[in-house]
């Protein structure tokens, strides 16, 4: 069986779970929310599907930075859920805030949150204080549910990998999501809308030459989509994208089923992106001679991928 399509499955299955629902993007009933953070709590209990191996950090030389992975949300960004992951030591020691409904399910180690509300009454533009009204360590089998109202800092203490699973009403690069209040400091006075510099597409879960032969070697559909390659080998692929900016997925594949991109980091994590806001959330990456080692090992003449 292929950890690939296993996930897929379980990610499909719980973001039916959390649609069935009916959340709003940004206030709900606590019966509701409650409904979400089991179907979360299921998924995340989950571990063997998110090994650390699949989510490389994004920031070579920032130890410990938390690295931010997509797995799925709807083709309007609602219902948005990411993989986060943090090797090492880190502290994000400015107090934001989520626009919309967030819930963190821990999978791996412990994600240390402390929480805090406005003191002020809002009306001077970028200028407020904040106080303190508590703190959780979100460890595995545990959800925390952080209200529109509430502001977080995060830190992980290095002690063990921390893994988590992250669901937002709206994915983290909604235009309206993306401009969250952020403080400078828990004591300071001013804070800014949204993060510093161009927007940078979350992670595409990386596999390796093995990962890629189960895949391919699992009798349940697989798409494999050429990403801005040079002279790829049409028979390797069920599409060739010769530009990110044009990604889609081959003709007739069903969204719940994953698709594997292969080329550059940068070119694929665009045209995932790409591919999300089209329907096709299950993605999943590797360069081109890793790739070429597990499709050239299949078993002669079985073909149990998709053909467009």
Known sequence: MSLVHDRAAAIAETADRIKAIGLDPFDNPPERIAEAAAALAALAARAELFPPRHYPSKTPGESGFSSFYRLTEDDDYRN??????????FLNNHPHKHLHWTLIAGVAGVEHNVIFEREDDGSVPLRGRLRRTGAVAIGAGEVHHLRPDEYHTVAYDGTETAINIH?????????????????LSPESEIYALGRPGPHRPWGVQSLSTADIAEALNDGRPIARLAIELDDPRSDDFDLIVTDREAARPPAGFAPTSPILLVGEEAATERAAELLARQGHPHLVRAPHD????????APEGEDHVHRS
Not at 80 to 89: M, N, W
Not at 171 to 176: N, S
């Open 80 to 89: 948005a859920i990411y993989v986060s992951v943090c090797p090492g030591r």
């Open 167 to 183: 669901a937002y009403g709206l994915g983290l690069d909604h235009p309206e999501a993306s401009r969250r209040p952020g403080f």
């Open 290 to 297: 890793v790739f070429r080692a597990a499709f050239r090992a």
